[in-house]
């Protein structure tokens, strides 16, 4: 349980659709977001860049974020949480049509806490990706993106957590019923047109 009282009752009103959109790093998650927001009108939310806004607010905790960013590892479930919350909360504010949570849950227990305290997800979708495929698109993206997780040593670290620690959120959520899983190797237009046939179902749904 988180100890800052957060008042969720504008969240729980606006009664939009949620997204959980998973996928290891670098599977393609945030570009996908992108063109389902041009097509969807949703709000995305990345929990990554959440953090990483945390992080250059110069906050208190911002430090403590880094270091575990670096080291490949997952920040504490509430603080992901609580960030995920204020967002919300503010798109809903500005009429929200619903909400893509990129990167979101990436262990069962941060799945189930935000399912009690917000509401269920109508979708969890997974970009299913090889690890070097995955591997080749960060280290592109290494050459521009400046990011401080983008090298080889925080990269075999941000595997081995996805591979530890979010893989069962994927068969959590299929055994649910509520997973979409989508091979994510081809063009991003190909996958996109696989991400398209989910959505048109769900949202008409
Ligand atoms: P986060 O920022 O979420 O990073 P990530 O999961 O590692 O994913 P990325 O943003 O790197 O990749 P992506 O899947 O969005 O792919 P993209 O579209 O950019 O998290 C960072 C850290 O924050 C975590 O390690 C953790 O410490 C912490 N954190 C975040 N969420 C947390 C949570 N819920 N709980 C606890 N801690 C959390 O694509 C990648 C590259 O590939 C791009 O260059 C893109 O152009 C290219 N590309 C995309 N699609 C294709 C394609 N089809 N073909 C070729 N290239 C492609």
Redesign the pocket.
């Known amino acids: 349980q988180s100890d800052k009282k957060i008042d969720l009752t504008p969240l729980k009103k606006a009664g939009v659709p949620i997204f959980f959109i998973m996928?290891?790093?670098?599977?393609?998650?945030?570009?996908?977001?992108e063109k389902i927001v041009a097509k969807y009108g949703l709000s995305h939310l990345?929990?990554?860049?959440l953090?990483?806004d945390e992080v250059k607010s110069g906050s208190s905790r911002g430090a403590e974020l880094t270091k575990?960013?670096e080291a490949?590892?997952?920040?504490p479930?509430t603080v992901?949480l609580d960030l995920i919350k204020e967002a919300m909360l503010k798109e809903v504010a500005k009429g929200s049509k619903g909400f893509l949570i990129?990167?979101?849950?990436?262990?069962v227990a941060?799945g189930d806490q935000f399912e009690a305290e917000i509401m269920p997800a109508k979708l969890a979708v997974f970009?299913e990706v090889s690890e070097e495929t995955l591997v080749k698109?960060?280290l592109?993206?290494a050459e521009t993106?400046g990011?401080a997780?983008?090298n080889m040593d925080t990269i075999k670290l941000?595997l081995k957590?996805f591979n530890e620690a979010t893989a069962p959120v994927v068969a959590h959520y299929e055994k649910k019923g509520k997973l979409a899983r989508i091979k994510?190797?081809?063009?991003?237009e190909?996958?996109f047109s696989e991400v398209v046939k989910h959505f048109d179902k769900a949202i008409k749904a």
């Open positions: 996928g290891g790093p670098g599977s393609g998650k945030g570009t996908q977001c990345s929990s990554g860049d953090l990483r575990i960013m490949g590892q997952l920040v479930l992901v990129d990167g979101y849950p990436r262990e941060q970009f698109r960060l592109k993206r993106s990011r997780d983008d941000r957590t994510a190797e081809g063009t991003v190909e996958i």
